[in-house]
């Protein structure tokens, strides 16, 4: 082989051969999200740790980088970008990259030329321009103001809205930019019919779906009137798929219609769930759910409730009114045996109640015909049964951010009962109860929890009252330390009778560990009782373990009674959402 031939194949080994290299990148002069973004543009930075990274592509990198970190500050309102960049090595293997950088003061707004022409350019909620003669200028806050201008004429129904001008003239040797920005919105649209198509066989009302419709024909068309009704569509147990469909071709004077697709579920919906806790033991419920009847949305349901202190058959007929995402009637009876360390018994219930919502708050009016048989009075002052026609009302406020592992939220439960003897009943009496419960994370790892209960009867004596009716304390829920039911009043011979009263109060933090787990600690409070002038509070102490799922916490305690109690402490095992 000749010389020159011996050559060109030692040229092309080496080529083919070429060591790849360790490389080190440093930035200086640079932090925060003004180093992230110059992390993300800088190629050189990127493939640091590619294996075939030869000297060639190390050196075009380096070469590149001066103007990669320029691109990459000009966001932030950096046009003065001075770089020094040094490249080093290879030694012992490893190349140094590094470059010094002095990002210079960022351009300050000029002159501000915002303008809205059209139909929306007078109306009185246009939106403020986050951009001011003299801030820095920043490509973040001019994608905010463009993109302001735009969802506020969306929102108000001006869907042919363009910007006419959106320009920044940046002037770097004065270190300054001038900004305009001009939309013209053009004319309002405005919502047309609102229709719905049902699929093949399916015939609900078509009066009955329109009262989903919060919207009148002439109201300013939005987005977000759109999207409430698809939510409000779904949120019922009617519908499996919702689709909103504007119709552009067939506007006229500006007038939008809206075809609104509904699939339904099927009718039946079946569904067997086990649990367990401490309060009452491991329980099964069997549950049936007849979606709808008839064209006008009524519903029915059937629930069985088995666990070793409580058996309940339960069933229900639901009538939707005015607006049925707000409103609506039900009838409810119910059997229920109940076999507590405190009471045994049975009772029947037949109820009809109206159900509303406003706002945050729900209001249940309702009337109960409740018969109750206790098994064994345990006193000759008690009677063998109980028959009552009780009017109730019950208010629920509740406000959370996540309704299955709530971070902050709280809810409120009010309720007003009574009786009257000889009207149906076989006795007289008037109660009163709040609950609240409050959740509050001062920091990301911290979750603080407060609730308490207080109650009140006011009859001539607790035998008036239906053991089911009555007040006790302790359990999972109530004052931890104590089992289910175990803090009453008792009778002459030591059996738990139940009180007129209650009263319980507990604060509790949580303490982020790992992954899905938490530790707890406690105290709990309370009891019930006859005499508001001797309530004989006790209280408790303890600590716990929560793990999260993704369908509630599931939390486990050890609480020690601070008080003479049965048991020197308990554990307490109960699964599900907070509030």
Partial sequence: MSPARHWLAFVALGVVTEASATLQVELEGVDGDERKNVEAFLTIQRERDEQDLGE??????????????????????????????????????????HYRIDPGPPVAIGTVDVRIVGEGGADAGVPTVELAPGQPFTHAAWEAAKGALKRYAREQGYLDARLTEAQVDVDPEANRADVRLHMDTGPRFYFGDIRFVQGEGQDFEPAFLQRFVDVAPGTPFTDEALLGLQGALMNTDYFSQVEIQPRPDEVADHRLPVEVRVERNPPNRYRIGVGYATDTGPRMIFDWTRRYLGREGHSAD?????????????????????????????????????????????????????????????????????????????????????YNLIPNATWIWKRLDDPIYTRNGARVDLKLLGAYEGLLSSSTFLQGYVRAKAIHSPAEAWRLIARGEVGATWADSVFDIPPSRRFYAGGDNSVRGWAYEDLSPEDAEGEKIGGRNVLTASLEAERHVTGKWWAAAFVDAGNAFDDWGDPGIVSSAGVGVRWLTPVGPLRLDVAVPLDDAPDSFRIHLVFGPDL
């Fill in 56 to 97: 060639g592509r190390i050196r075009r990198l380096h070469e590149r980088a001066p103007e990669e970190i320029r691109e990459a500050l000009a966001p932030f309102g950096r046009y003065r970008v001075q770089v020094e960049g040094e490249l080093a090595g290879p030694q012992d293997g490893v190349w140094r990259a």
């Fill in 302 to 386: 059937a629930q069985l409730l088995v666990s070793p202190a409580i058996q309940r058959l339960e069933a229900g007929y639901r009538i939707p009114l005015g607006d049925p995402r707000r409103e609506y009637a039900s009838l409810r009876a119910n059997i229920e045996h109940y076999d507590t360390d405190a009471r045994k018994g049975s009772v029947a219930t037949v109820r009809a109640d109206h159900n509303g919502l406003d706002g945050n708050w729900q209001r249940i009016l309702a009337v109960d015909y409740e018969y109750e048989k206790p098994d064994d009075a345990g006193t000759t002052e008690s009677a063998s049964e109980y």
